[in-house]
């Protein structure tokens, strides 16, 4: 069995930063790509950012371009997203994601992945 772990939400001021964590662990696996999603209360979940695994390409929504980005670390198989000018309407559970796999996909579908974690809570207040 496969484990996604976030860390590092909690509530921050618009305009602040907050750096996500999610760290892979158990079963072993191949991981072709990870990606961040968010479900604002009332809201359906939607996509945040992907990563490939392989050659680091990545790929954002137009909400979040420009003040989010994504990151891996292989060695610790674990993916980041930095999180700056934070807005209220940021607000939201993130949940992490992987894609099992050989090669590099950049996953910005639910269909696309296999792995989720538990959430983690980001508030901004304004």
């Known amino acids: 069995q496969v484990q996604l772990v976030e860390s590092g939400g909690g509530l921050v001021q618009a305009g602040g930063s907050l750096r996500l964590s999610c760290a892979a662990s158990?079963?072993?696996?191949?991981?072709?790509?990870m990606g961040w999603f968010r479900q604002a209360p009332g809201k359906e979940r939607e996509f945040v950012a992907c990563?490939?695994?392989?050659?680091?390409?990545?790929y954002y929504a137009d909400s979040v371009k420009g003040r989010f980005t994504i990151s891996r670390d292989s060695a610790k198989n674990t993916v980041y997203l930095q999180m700056n000018s934070l807005k209220p309407e940021d607000t939201a559970v993130y949940y992490c994601?992987?894609?099992?796999?050989?090669?590099?996909?950049?996953?910005?579908?639910?269909?696309?992945?296999?792995?989720w974690g538990q959430g983690t809570q980001v508030t901004v207040s304004s």
């Open positions: 158990g079963q072993t696996f191949s991981t072709a790509g």
């Open positions: 994601a992987a894609r099992t796999g050989l090669g590099g996909y950049c996953a910005s579908k639910f269909s696309e992945l296999d792995y």
């Open positions: 990563i490939a695994w392989t050659n680091g390409w990545t």
